[in-house]
C-alpha cells in the first residue's frame, strides 16, 4: 500500500494534459488567391483615387457627393466580386457611409475631421444623459463645423456694421468659460510678459 510519503519530490499525481494534436493543415497560414483582370485592378485603383479626390475637397455639390457614393460602392463592388467577400472588412461599411456624413457635417479638412476619427477618445469620455440615435454626435460635430463655417464666411465679407457684429458674437462663442490673460491682469493677477 503507498502512502503519501512516497510523493516526496511533489510531483503531481495527475496525468499531464493531453495535447491537441494540430495537423499539417492547420499549421499553415491559410491563403487563398484569384486570379484577377488587370484591367479590374486599374479600375478599382482610379474609383479609390477619384474617390479620394472627391472626399478631400473644400466644398462640394450635391451631385459630387452622389459621385463620391458612387466610386465608392463600385470600389467595394469590386473587392466583392473579383476578390472574394473575405476581403471585405466592417471598414468598407464605414466608408460607403463618408457621402452621408460629408452631407451632415460639411466637407473635412484633415483626416482627423471625420467623425469616426474625431470622437473615438471624446466619445469614451462624455456622460450621453439619455441621448439617443446619435444626436450628441451630431451635435458635437455641426456646432464646431457650422462656427468654422460662418466665420470663413464672414471674413471674406466687408466690415459692415452687423459683419462686425456677428465677427464679435462668433468670437466671443470661442472664448466663452476661458480665462484669458486680459481677464487674469484685471483681477490682480500679474503676467511675466511685458
Known amino acids: 500500500m503507498a502512502s503519501e510519503t512516497d510523493n516526496e519530490e511533489g510531483q503531481d499525481t495527475k496525468p499531464p494534459r493531453k495535447r491537441k494534436k494540430v495537423s499539417e493543415h492547420n499549421k499553415k497560414t491559410r491563403t487563398f488567391s484569384t486570379p484577377v483582370k488587370l484591367v479590374r485592378i486599374v479600375e478599382a485603383s482610379l474609383h479609390l483615387a477619384h474617390s479620394t479626390r472627391l472626399a478631400h475637397a473644400y ?42 456624413q460629408i452631407r451632415l457635417h460639411g466637407p473635412p479638412r484633415a483626416y482627423w475631421a471625420y467623425p469616426s476619427e474625431r470622437l473615438y477618445g471624446l ?49 466671443g462663442e470661442s472664448r466663452q468659460g476661458a480665462k484669458t490673460m486680459d481677464d487674469e491682469t484685471d483681477q490682480g493677477f500679474t503676467s511675466s510678459r511685458t
Do not use: C
Not at 458635437?140 to 465679407?157: F, G, K, P
Open 59 to 100: 466644398i462640394l455639390a450635391d451631385a459630387q457627393l452622389d459621385k463620391l457614393h458612387e466610386h465608392l460602392s463600385d470600389l467595394v463592388k469590386i473587392f466583392a466580386t473579383d476578390l472574394h467577400p473575405r476581403w471585405l472588412t466592417y471598414n468598407y461599411h464605414i466608408v460607403l457611409h463618408i457621402a452621408d
Open 123 to 171: 466619445m469614451k469620455q462624455i456622460k450621453t444623459n439619455r441621448h439617443r440615435n446619435g444626436q450628441i454626435e451630431f451635435s458635437l460635430i455641426s456646432r464646431t463645423d457650422d462656427r468654422h463655417r460662418v466665420a470663413t464666411a464672414l471674413e471674406n465679407l466687408p466690415p459692415l456694421p452687423l459683419v462686425t457684429t456677428m465677427r464679435a458674437i462668433i468670437k
